[in-house]
């Protein structure tokens, strides 16, 4: 499924992710608006905006925990959450000239699709009942990737990687905040997502374990994951970010790289928010 | 300065007990005196030494006919029934129980009417008829085929044969506990935080995997002691089945009773002993399967009551010491 396997011929590599036209309304209330975003191969994206204004449910529409009412999203070229009706595979066709109507896929189908796509929560959402080592390796097998003494291997050495190999036996609530939402990165990792989703990663963390979560996210970004973060950590957006996305009432108001959107906003809304959040 | 008196002593205590603890001890707090309390104590205790006394020497109980009944064969051959007839209606009412509640989970709202429909009913009807309904079933229905509906018939059984007194009992019961079993457990699963749910379909997770491994064993912690309370009762609802002519515990004693009308009070009493004892059971192993579940729920697991009373005796024996040394 990896682009790097298609012929040269198509001179676009499909983006990591692409976000066309999506439209998602609960009754009355508009959430998204028309959004289009476009996330190259590798690039760190930090989605800011004020609290209502549909950061986080883009984000869900991405791996589709929210089903957008009109438009769609790919991920690294394949369509989430449905398919062209008459199309056998959707890799390598850039899906914005694609024609026919959309169909819904099978649960098992889009479950697929997700254990391809990370997701971070903001109240980590571990399994409390299960050990932070299990935590870890319990993807990898359900999905049939791997085999369990594979999976707990893997599992210590991602829970090493964050900085956590000695509590592998702990179960989530023994831990801090940060810890858990450490164990959560390992978790998502563990499936070895094209993509990893953080749906403001630190909000739900005392000041100062801000810091070791923040670190872990970085090390991740260095290392050339494909990262969607919404977050309110404008420091770390500016440190870590390749682009920085401002939305606001469901619609994207501008994007750029970080000293230009941060230091020199172009628009009033997003002079507005920076001067409260500052 | 607003720490407990407690906590300072025990503070205190933390070295080893030769060594005096002066300033400390000097200002301890005496305890509020509590004189209602001494008073409801000591009335509470009078009442329960009568109420054992009475039970022992009054000769109404004839204590010695209940030894004589206690562990006679057809008490014996009538607790195995009521063991057999609670344990089949205890498993299939939990399945389907369980069954009842996805179906009123579900997004069909087919499914879900006909599970509410069938809480609705079985909950209103009492057991007792349900009971008497399924004994004279046989008269209603006299085949039971598996075919195509309104078609042929590929199998069909013959009522009479397959309906003995011990699956109707065990058939209405399961019919009456699923019901209750239903609403328990479709409680505990709505007691599953959603987030459990959001991370589990985030992560790809099979939807089968989802419900055993993450939903359900997280839900059993809130449906044990619901399903316990459940289970007790219907322990005690067997003794109905002596109504479709099943000689369980209660029915045997009925049954020795009619036969020497001057033991019925012993035989009564060999009934709730027994019914004592079955519910005690079901209550520590309840106990041990909470604190199974309750792993990773709280931080440390409840004690057991063999470490408690570790724990008791330990603490019993630092306050002696601690007291020795005022």
């Known amino acids: 499924m990896s682009a790097k396997t298609l012929e040269p011929s198509t001179d676009i590599t499909p983006a990591a992710v692409e976000v066309h036209d999506v439209h998602k309304w609960y009754g009355a209330n508009r959430v998204l608006d028309g959004v289009d975003l476009t996330v190259r191969p590798g690039e760190v994206t930090v989605i800011l905006g004020p609290s209502g204004s549909g950061k986080s449910t883009l984000l869900r529409v991405i791996n589709h925990l929210e089903k957008p009412e009109i438009g769609y999203v790919s991920v690294n070229g394949e369509l989430i959450g449905v398919k062209r009706r008459g199309e056998r595979s959707e890799v390598g066709v850039p899906p914005a000239e694609g024609r026919g109507r959309l169909k819904e896929l099978s649960e098992r189908a889009i479950l697929a699709q ?87 990663p630190t909000s739900a963390l005392d000041p100062e374990l801000v810091g070791e979560v923040l670190a872990v996210i970085k090390d991740l970004a260095t290392s050339g994951t494909t990262l969607v973060i919404v977050t309110h950590e404008i420091g770390f957006a500016r440190e870590v970010a390749d682009r920085v996305v401002f939305i606001d009432a469901g619609k994207i108001v501008e994007q750029g790289p970080p000293h230009e959107v941060l230091d020199k906003p172009q628009h009033e809304r997003t002079r507005d928010f920076l001067s409260k959040v500052l | 300065m607003s720490e407990p008196p407690g906590a300072a002593v025990s503070l205190a205590e933390a070295p080893p007990a030769d060594e005096p603890s002066k300033p400390l001890t000097a200002q301890r707090v005496q305890p509020l005196r509590r004189p209602w309390r001494w008073i409801a104590t000591a009335v509470v205790l009078v009442l ?169 064993p997280q839900a059993l912690r809130s449906i044990t002691p619901n399903y316990v309370n459940q289970l007790i009762g219907l322990i005690k609802s067997t003794s109905l089945v002596f109504y479709v002519s099943l000689l369980d515990l209660f029915g045997s004693a009925q049954t020795m009773g009619s036969t020497y009308p001057g033991d019925i009070v012993p035989l009564l009493l060999v009934v709730t002993v027994w019914y004592l004892i079955l519910t005690s059971v079901v209550s520590v192993i309840q106990f041990y399967v909470e604190r199974y579940y309750a792993r990773g729920a709280t931080r440390s697991l409840p004690p057991t009551p063999i470490q408690r009373l570790r724990t008791g005796l330990t603490d019993l024996r630092a306050r002696i010491r601690r007291e020795a040394a005022v």
Do not use: C
């Open chain 1, 114 to 200: 997700r254990s391809r796509i990370g997701f971070v929560f903001q109240n980590f959402n571990l399994f409390p009942h299960l050990t932070v080592l299990d935590n870890v390796a319990a993807a990898p097998v359900a999905t049939g990737r791997l085999a369990k003494p594979e999976a707990l291997e893997l599992a210590r050495e991602l829970l090493d990687r964050v900085g956590l190999g000695e509590k592998t036996g702990a179960y989530p609530r023994q831990l801090s905040g940060g810890q858990q939402q450490r164990v959560a990165i390992a978790r998502a990792l563990a499936l070895r997502p094209g993509v990893i989703l953080f749906d403001e």
């Open chain 2, 48 to 216: 329960a030494v009568q109420f054992v006394h009475g039970l022992a020497t009054n000769p109404f109980y004839q204590w010695d006919r209940f030894g004589y009944w206690f562990l006679r064969p057809t008490i014996l051959d009538g607790l195995l029934i009521t063991l057999e007839v609670a344990a089949y209606s205890a498993v299939l009412g939990l399945i389907g129980g369980i069954l009842l509640a996805l179906a009123r989970l579900s997004k069909s709202p087919v499914l879900r009417a006909v599970s509410w429909t069938y809480v609705w009913a079985l909950r209103s009807i009492p057991l007792i008829v349900v009971l008497l309904f399924l004994y004279n079933f046989s008269a209603l229905y006299r085949t039971l085929s598996v075919g195509v509906p309104f078609g042929p018939a590929f199998f069909s059984f013959d009522e009479s044969k397959l309906a003995t007194d011990m699956v109707v009992a065990v058939v209405g019961l399961s019919l009456n506990e699923a019901a209750y079993a239903a609403e328990v457990v479709r409680g505990g699963i709505l007691s599953v935080d959603q987030g459990q749910h959001e991370a589990a379909s985030a992560l790809g997770l099979p939807k089968s995997y989802q419900f055993r491994r993450i939903v359900f």
